[in-house]
């Protein structure tokens, strides 16, 4: 069985896409693994405008191609924008996520989002995990 890292890394081969199809990813994997935000103003679904708006704040990478409506963005995005919403389910404030993904390899992402992933509590009170994130086509 594939461990969460290697199910991320997997993803890798998937890259580039444009902003649409990264939010697609991006909220999939969210939903999937439960990286859900403390804070309700952060708790809203990955969208292009909430991409776009982590880039203008610097904290999540320019695409590769620009800025424009054909801009590509690769498996670093999808890292940082999963960061951020793991990062955010703790707690985090946006400010001090920055920092943190700034000075964070892809490896170090890719481990800080698989042990990100919530636990939820069945009614007999037992911990199960989220249903596991499988590749999709």
């Known amino acids: ?27 999939r994997i969210v939903s999937d693994w439960g990286l859900v935000p403390i804070s309700s103003a952060a708790q ?47 707690g985090r404030p946006l400010a001090a996520i920055k920092s943190e993904l700034d000075a964070s390899s892809d490896a170090d992402l890719e481990r800080l989002v698989a042990n990100s992933r919530r636990h939820h509590s069945d009614s007999s009170g037992d911990t199960i995990a989220t249903s596991p994130l499988t590749a999709r086509p």
């Open 44 to 90: 809203g679904g990955v969208t292009r405008r909430l991409i776009r708006y982590y880039v203008a704040r610097g904290v999540v990478p320019r695409p590769s191609s620009g800025a424009s409506v054909n801009a590509t963005y690769g498996y670093r995005h999808l890292l940082a924008v999963l960061a951020i919403k793991a990062l955010q389910s703790r």
């Open 1 to 27: 069985m594939e461990t969460d890292a290697q199910i991320l890394h997997g993803l890798l081969a998937r890259a580039p896409w444009n902003i649409r199809t990264l939010a697609a990813e991006a909220n």
